[in-house]
């Protein structure tokens, strides 16, 4: 019994945790003019106490698309991250564009079908549609054993986002 108890404090430890470093990083984000930060992931997790795991469960599960967050990662020298806010919920058709339309996961015909319509819309070029369209078919996730789709969204929300900065 007091196995399962231990399990559940450290669980709520490290819930707390997590939700310190979020506040600390959404903080850090409204204190900037431009919404965008970049911090070293091994400095956060020494200045946290914490492992740079628990850094990367904070940015992956509190700084998602869903939530209006792009995030680059940098590997080497620490691990530099860079966290970019985005405005999707200034943006009404883009918000449920992202969260709506696209989902978790998102055919190629109903992608491409998007991309056509934001061309047509003139919120991208023809051009930026053309790199769209090469960065989510087929060919460019063949090395991707299952789950196309679902990458395929992901990638099409965050070009998206990066189109919104």
């Known amino acids: 019994?007091?196995?399962?108890?231990?399990?559940?404090?450290?669980?709520?430890?490290?819930?707390?945790?997590?939700?310190?470093i979020e506040n600390f990083i959404k903080q850090m984000l409204e204190e900037t003019e431009s919404g965008i930060?970049?911090?070293?992931?091994?400095?956060?997790?020494?200045?946290?106490?914490?492992?740079?795991s628990q850094i990367n469960y904070v940015l992956s599960t509190r700084f998602t698309p869903y939530k209006g967050y792009y995030i680059e990662s940098r590997r080497g020298g620490g691990g530099y991250i860079?966290?970019?806010?985005?405005?999707?919920?200034?943006?009404?058709?883009?918000?449920?564009?992202i969260v709506d339309t696209i989902g978790d996961s998102i055919t190629k015909g109903k992608a491409?079908?998007?991309?056509?319509?934001?061309?047509?819309?003139?919120?991208?070029?023809k051009r930026e549609g053309r790199l769209m369209v090469a960065?989510?078919?087929?060919?460019?996730?063949r090395g991707i054993a299952g789950g196309k789709n679902r990458v395929r969204a992901d990638i099409l929300r965050n070009m998206l986002l990066v189109l919104m900065k």
């Open 112 to 125: 491409y079908h998007i991309v056509e319509s934001l061309i047509e819309e003139k919120v991208i070029s």
């Open 135 to 141: 960065s989510i078919e087929d060919m460019a996730l």
């Open 37 to 52: 930060i970049e911090i070293g992931r091994n400095n956060l997790a020494e200045q946290f106490g914490c492992a740079p």
């Open 1 to 20: 019994m007091k196995d399962k108890e231990s399990q559940s404090q450290r669980g709520d430890a490290l819930s707390g945790l997590s939700n310190i």
């Open 82 to 97: 860079k966290i970019v806010k985005v405005g999707i919920g200034e943006d009404e058709a883009m918000e449920e564009l």
